[in-house]
Structure formats: structure tokens, C-alpha cells
């Protein structure tokens, strides 16, 4: 989209070349005083306009996708649950308890599919983002169920006390209260049968570079008249060692990946996506990453996705 716009900007101002080279030699003393003459000229401002385009946030889709999604983890399809609890979560408001209800129900699929890891983090997500408090038993009971085989006993000690407590504060009958905490009293810590989330971030370097922070110690940057600049190791390097990891200077998700690849740092989001808070058009691998994207950029470029 950029590139377009661009060549279509640089064929405008070539157009008008000298009526736009008097007026810059005229009063124009800083760049920002030449873009701003350039963006006020009707004809190069219509081929470098680029129009706003959103799906913006909708409760009422939200809650219909929800419930497809609901039908369709009571038939036992939890891959097209997964899907359906993915689509609603990139429409619904996140201030609202449709998010949280989604990111329960989401949950639950991955309760089923054993990725322990992802459901505890949605568990956590839709407690911090206000899921009603008469239900949050449910959620604590399922976080323990995963804890049993990803964190230690006494993390799992914990979140049961913390579902006793939940219990008594919601509006179950006895009867079905009692059946609650036997459920409860049979979770016991058993064999780890996964390792925590699984993601493509880049790796990081142990001993970094004392001058080149990108660069690893184990190697350094030499100059010469024959070669120019180049890379030399200072020890002997095993293959596939690491010796280089910098973030590019700025990065941007294609159209096509926008539901399937991170805003921020571009990796897979695999099947949890964490939605833009503000539209329903792009991802993120987490919450961390989310917050960084809002604090850096997304602000500016929400519009124009």
C-alpha cells in the first residue's frame, strides 16, 4: 500500500516540478515547511490520500459468534469452537463482559485440547478484564485442572483455595456446591506432559558485545582498506551458535497476516490470538506485546489498517 502511494506521490510532484521548486526556494526554510506545502496541494494530495479503514467493535456479533462457538464445543468441535471464540474475541468491546465471557469459553476449548499453558494465560486474562464474579469458580477449578501438570504444588494449593473461595460466594445450591469441592479435593499434582507456551521470538545472546550490543562478545567488528568493515570471531563457533540478534529500526505485518501473525513482532499467534483493543483487524501474540504496539504506534496507524 505504501510503495503505491508512493510512486503515485512522486509522479504528482515530478508534474508540477517547477511550480514546486519556486515555491520552496521562495520562504521554505525547514522540511517540515516543504511536507506540509506538498500535502496542501489538492492534486498530490488526492493521489497520496490513503482513507481509513476499520472493522470496528460490535457487542451484538460478538455475542452471535459466541454462541456458534457454544454449539458448536457442546457437539465436541472444539477446533471449530476455537475458531468461532477467535472471531468473537476481535469484535468484542473489551470493556465489556462479552470479552471476558469469550475468553472463558476459550478456555475451556483448550481445557479439552490440553494446551495447559494458553488456557491458564486466557483464565487470568478474562479474571483481570472482569468475568462475573457468581461464575469465577468455574475458571479457578480450571486452572487448576492445568496446574496439575505445568506448575508446582503449591501454585496449585493455592488457585484451589482460591476456587473455595469463589464457591462460597456464588449462588450454587449445596448440593451442587458439594459436587464442586469434591472435584476440587481430587486435583493433585501429576506428571508434566507440556512445557510452557512454545512461540518463534527471536533467541537471546548470553554476553552481549561491550561496544555492539546486537553483536555477541564471542565475536567482533574489524575495518580494513582491503575488505571494509567486517565480522571476526574471537573464539572457535559451533554451527547454528547465535551471534547477532537486533530488532529491525521498524517493521509493519502484511495485509494477509493481519489475523494470523503478531501486530508487533510479527511471529504466529498460533490459535490464541490477543485482539487490538480499539479494532477487529489485527492481532497479537500477548498482552505484553499488545500494550508495547499501543505505546509505540497502533494509536497513530489504527486508522489506517
Not at 456446591?177 to 479435593?185: A, E, P, S
Not at 567482533?220 to 575488505?227: D, I, T, V, Y
Not at 501474540?285 to 500494550?291: A, M, Q, R, T
Amino acid at each position: 500500500m505504501f510503495g503505491r502511494a508512493f510512486r503515485r506521490l512522486g509522479q504528482a510532484v515530478k508534474a508540477r516540478e517547477k511550480e514546486i521548486a519556486q515555491m520552496f526556494d521562495a520562504e521554505l526554510q525547514t522540511d517540515i515547511d516543504k511536507v506540509r506545502l506538498i500535502l496542501e496541494i489538492s492534486d498530490v494530495l488526492d493521489e497520496f490520500s490513503v482513507k481509513p479503514r476499520r472493522t470496528e467493535k460490535s457487542s451484538a456479533e460478538a455475542t452471535r459468534l459466541k454462541d456458534l462457538g457454544n454449539k458448536k464445543f457442546q457437539n465436541k468441535d472444539y477446533i471449530g469452537s476455537l475458531e468461532s471464540y477467535n472471531k468473537a474475541l476481535l469484535l468484542a468491546p473489551p470493556n465489556e463482559e462479552i470479552y471476558s465471557v469469550c475468553l472463558a469459553n476459550r478456555s475451556a476449548v483448550l481445557l479439552h485440547l490440553r494446551d495447559y499453558s494458553r488456557c491458564v494465560r486466557d483464565i487470568d486474562l478474562a479474571i483481570q478484564c472482569g468475568y462475573p464474579k457468581n461464575n469465577l469458580y468455574k475458571l479457578y477449578t480450571r486452572k487448576a485442572k492445568c496446574q496439575q501438570f505445568i506448575q508446582s504444588r503449591i501454585m496449585l494449593e493455592e488457585t484451589v483455595e482460591q476456587a473455595r473461595e469463589a464457591l462460597e460466594k456464588s449462588n450454587l445450591k449445596d448440593a451442587s456446591r458439594d459436587v464442586w469441592l469434591k472435584d476440587l479435593d481430587s486435583l493433585a499434582p501429576k506428571s508434566l506432559i507440556e512445557a510452557d507456551i512454545e512461540t518463534s521470538k527471536a533467541p537471546s545472546l548470553p554476553d552481549c558485545h561491550p561496544v555492539y550490543p546486537a553483536l555477541s562478545n564471542t565475536v567482533g567488528l574489524e575495518e580494513s582498506a582491503e575488505f571494509g568493515r567486517y565480522v571476526t570471531a574471537s573464539e572457535d563457533l559451533t554451527p547454528g551458535q547465535v551471534v547477532m540478534v537486533e530488532r529491525p529500526y521498524c517493521s509493519v505485518t502484511l495485509d494477509e497476516f493481519y489475523k494470523t501473525h503478531c501486530c508487533e513482532c510479527q511471529i504466529n499467534v498460533n490459535c490464541t490470538p490477543v485482539p487490538c483493543r480499539e479494532c477487529g483487524d489485527v492481532v497479537y501474540c500477548s498482552v505484553e506485546c499488545e500494550k508495547k504496539a499501543w505505546q509505540v504506534s497502533s494509536f497513530i496507524s489504527i486508522e489506517f489498517y
